[in-house]
């Protein structure tokens, strides 16, 4: 940590903040990380009740210590900060594995009473929850596609815009086999054998057309993702 500068009577500071571990975090949060490093750094003029400048925060690789975490992605997050006084310009950006990415672009307040203007944008891979389900022997596939604002107070925010999941599926399936073997002479033997199965899945996909698989799937709401047991279950 290296710090720089002067806060009065005039706010002009310089900060850094280098190679942050789990270790040194665990001190204020203990188990909250099991891996990553932070970086920070901050040029702020003007006065607190209304500063200028920059601020910048770069985490990467933070993996949660929670054992219900274990096999996600490691996630890296990068946010900057133009303060204006009474209002910040920022743009930050979320990445976990291959194929997750979010962004939050736009403007927020300093001062009560101000209004946000933010735009969040992005898509998230549901495969990165597989971790948790496949505990339970589910499995999931697909991805959120986010295109939202947030809008009014932090008393009072207004949220809109959309979120669609695409692509998506969500299933499981468990199989017992048994079987038993008696060798007799002259090479012959016999053998007594049971298999268990079940499966389950949200849409069959029967039909190569989308309305049929859509209106034909029965179903109290066919957009609902609820898993039920498989046609191909044997």
Avoid: C
Avoid at 16 to 44: C, K, M, N, T, Y
Avoid at 175 to 202: C, D, H, I, Y
Wanted: hydrophobic share 40%; charged share 20%.
């Amino acid at each position: 940590l290296d710090i720089g500068g002067a806060v009065a009577p005039v706010l002009d500071l310089r900060a850094s903040l280098r190679g942050v571990q789990p270790a040194l975090i665990d001190a204020f949060a203990p188990g909250l990380l099991e891996s990553g490093s932070i970086e920070a750094d901050a040029q702020l003029q003007g006065s607190f009740a209304a500063p200028r400048g920059q601020v910048r925060v770069t985490a990467k690789g933070l993996r949660p210590a929670d054992n219900a975490a274990f096999g996600l992605p490691p996630v890296d997050v990068h946010a900057t900060l133009h303060l204006n006084g009474d209002s910040a310009d920022l743009d930050a950006g979320l990445e976990a594995g291959s194929a997750s990415r979010l962004g939050v672009l736009g403007r927020a307040p300093l001062a009560a009473g101000g209004t946000m203007d933010l735009k969040i944008r992005g898509s998230l891979d549901v495969g990165l929850i597989n971790p948790l389900l496949e505990a339970r022997g589910e499995h999931a596939t697909g991805e959120l596609l986010v295109d939202a604002t947030v809008g009014g107070s932090l008393d009072s925010p207004q949220i809109g815009g959309t979120i669609n999941l695409a692509n998506s599926s969500r299933r499981s399936a468990d199989s017992l086999a048994l079987s038993l073997k008696k060798p007799f002479s002259e090479n012959w033997f016999g053998m007594v054998g049971f298999t268990w199965s079940r499966a389950t899945e949200v849409n069959p996909g029967t039909s190569s057309v989308a309305r049929s698989n859509y209106v034909n799937n029965y179903v109290l709401n066919p957009n609902e993702e609820k898993a039920s047991p498989s046609n191909y279950s044997i």
